[in-house]
């Protein structure tokens, strides 16, 4: 079936360091990708998506570009803050909208 | 615009008891989702709606749990009786989507439960 593996973490950098957390698939059709990330205390928020290959999603700095030949979605920031501080989760979807989620990726950043 | 509500926030529980989880979607979205997250993983679907008809409910454990969606807005998850491996934060999610495409699922806080 679908799946996400994404690194394990956590990830920890200081202020202003580049990021990239790996994410890879494995799907039977074509989903669309997704980055969610959950602020401490707070629930899931999308972070950003793509729906086809070579789309690039975009958002507070973060990018992530849908490769279909390496089945991959690395999330990353050129500069990172302590706000970016969370956990972040890799996910797809096919036909009927079901996400599947990778298991998180704990950022950690250190002013 | 207000975002997908849910109570309670937080339930402790024996185990063999029963837990009741609601779950108010954001206006106007057809499709609401009940996700179940471990500790240290990523959220699993347990039903999802659309309106008040089951889409998918495939890894719901019915012998144990029950899920409904009266009239198409509101949503209750029931769990009877309660396990310790039931101990999670439950999600529900919604969405506009009607039919086709893949729309942006919007989260509420979450229900953590912890079965003792």
């Known amino acids: 079936g679908d799946s996400v593996t994404q690194m394990e973490g956590p990830v920890t950098l200081s202020e202003e360091a580049f990021l990239t957390i790996n994410c890879t698939y494995t799907?039977?059709?074509?989903?669309?990708l997704f980055w969610y990330v959950q602020y401490p205390g707070e629930g899931l928020q999308l972070l950003l998506k793509a729906t086809k290959a070579d789309d690039k999603g975009s958002n507070k700095g973060f990018e992530a570009t849908y490769r279909k030949e390496t089945t991959s979605f690395h999330l990353e920031k050129g500069s990172v803050q302590v706000s970016d501080s969370a956990v972040y989760f890799c996910?797809?979807?096919?036909?009927?909208?079901?996400?599947?989620f990778g298991t998180g990726t704990r950022l950690q950043v250190f002013p | 615009e207000a975002g997908v509500a849910q109570s309670p926030r937080y339930k402790i529980i024996e185990k063999r008891q029963s837990v009741a989880f609601w779950c108010n979607p954001i206006?106007?979205?057809?499709?609401l989702y009940w996700y179940q997250q471990i500790l240290g993983q990523g959220p699993k679907l347990l039903i999802q709606?659309?309106?008040?008809?089951?889409?998918?409910d495939s890894q719901l454990p019915k012998d144990r749990f029950s899920a409904e969606r009266l009239k198409g807005v509101d949503s209750t998850l029931k769990i009877q009786p309660a396990k310790l491996e039931d101990s999670a934060v439950y999600l529900c999610?919604?969405?506009?989507?009607?039919?086709?495409?893949?729309?942006?699922?919007?989260f509420g806080p979450g229900t953590r439960l912890t079965v003792l």
């Open positions: 709606f659309q309106n008040n008809g089951v889409v998918d």
């Open positions: 999610a919604s969405s506009s989507r009607t039919s086709g495409g893949t729309d942006t699922q919007y």
């Open positions: 206006s106007g979205h057809a499709t």
């Open positions: 799907a039977t059709g074509y989903p669309s």
């Open positions: 996910a797809l979807s096919e036909r009927t909208d079901k996400l599947i």
